[in-house]
């Protein structure tokens, strides 16, 4: 796919190679209005930016386009809420702001209803279990190399069109990414006594993460790398299994390599529920970044894509999710693997 990506830009811009650039100012509006950026989470505190737009050539504008003479207000269901306020499910959330030199700008959201996991399944599967004394750094070191499956299932809530993200982090002992096996001596004292690297995760190992792929994005080589927003287009109303897959985890101990030693670590995962705006706004940023119609649009064989806005002046979005977390502790699957020397043949 990528051989035909690549294949398919070359004679489309075989094209326009006799042509040259100029800079070009099209006769348009370009005044520069109120952006606004906000994601609204249930049980925090809303946090508002308000900037400004900027053409790309304002020379001017530097780094920092923030208005700082704005003044914004937030509704919650109609009524004007205070800086402390902590949104609800089913709130709606409308966010204005007021500049004297760029005028007004606003825009609103439902903040969406949770949906818990129904049920989480995980397990370890073991590739790797080695043991080493190194006597030249004076320690022994155990090492258990491992994949990570982990289903979550979903009861998506009838009648009404749902908006979904996965997201997960680590935790235990992180200083794996830190620590430079390669470059750093493994006797310096800086050496952590427990690594643990949760591993990659593998995007594709669930379909519904790629829905947002068309027929022309896929022979296009577009993939569903670092997407994880999905919709219930699929399952409306019923259940649906995510699969989910870490590849390459690893937990590598030393000085005292026994089961006795393993941590507390794996990961925590998140089930968010969206709203349309956070999830039309991450298709978007797709698009661009990982989409042929982005690449098309950049190089201009093809039409530009326009930023996503629900923002009264075309510029920022407001967006709302509510989360639900679950914590995947894989420290007694990893003391069973070490202990029992179980390793698959």
């Known amino acids: 796919m990528a051989i035909l990506k690549s294949e398919y830009l070359f004679l489309l811009s075989s094209l326009v190679l006799t042509g040259c650039y100029t800079d070009f100012h099209p006769d348009i ?12 989470r249930t049980g925090e505190p809303i946090d508002v930016a308000v900037s400004r737009t900027w053409c790309y050539d304002d020379a001017a504008a530097g780094d920092d386009h923030s208005v700082s003479d704005a003044s914004v207000t937030v509704y919650a269901n109609g009524d004007i809420c205070d800086a402390g306020y902590i949104p609800a499910e089913g709130d709606r959330i409308a966010i204005t702001a007021e500049s004297p030199v760029y005028g007004y700008a606003g825009a609103e959201v439902d903040v969406p209803r949770s949906v818990p996991m129904a049920a989480v399944r ?35 809530p009838a009648g009404i069109d749902n908006y979904y993200r996965y997201s997960y982090i680590s935790f235990g002992n992180s200083d794996w990414n830190d620590y430079d096996q390669d470059d750093g001596d493994m006797s310096d004292s800086s050496r952590p006594e427990i690594m643990f690297y949760a591993g990659s995760f593998v995007y594709d190992s669930e379909p519904v993460f790629g829905e947002h792929i068309g027929v022309f994005e896929s022979i296009m080589g577009g993939t569903s790398d670092g997407f994880t927003f999905f919709t219930d287009r699929q399952f409306s109303g019923g259940r649906y299994t995510l699969h989910l897959e870490y590849t390459g985890a690893a937990l590598r ?16 995962i998140t089930l968010s529920a ?64 070490i202990s029992g020397g179980q390793m698959d043949e």
């Open 29 to 40: 509006e370009t005044e520069p209005v109120l952006c606004i950026n906000a994601l609204v």
């Open 122 to 156: 995980y397990s370890v599967n073991p590739t790797d279990l080695w043991a080493l004394y190194e006597p030249e750094y004076g320690f022994n070191s155990l090492c258990l190399e491992f994949d990570v499956s982990i289903e979550i299932d979903i009861d998506d």
């Open 253 to 268: 101990m030393f000085s005292k390599p026994s089961c006795d030693d393993v941590p507390d670590c794996g990961l925590v």
């Open 274 to 337: 969206v709203s349309p705006e956070y999830y039309n706004w991450a298709s978007y940023v797709w698009q661009v970044n990982s989409g042929p119609l982005g690449e098309l649009g950049d190089t201009g064989l093809g039409e530009p894509l326009w930023g996503y806005s629900n923002v009264s002046t075309g510029a920022g979005v407001v967006a709302a999710q509510t989360s639900v977390s679950y914590t995947v502790n894989l420290k007694n699957l990893m003391q069973d693997i």
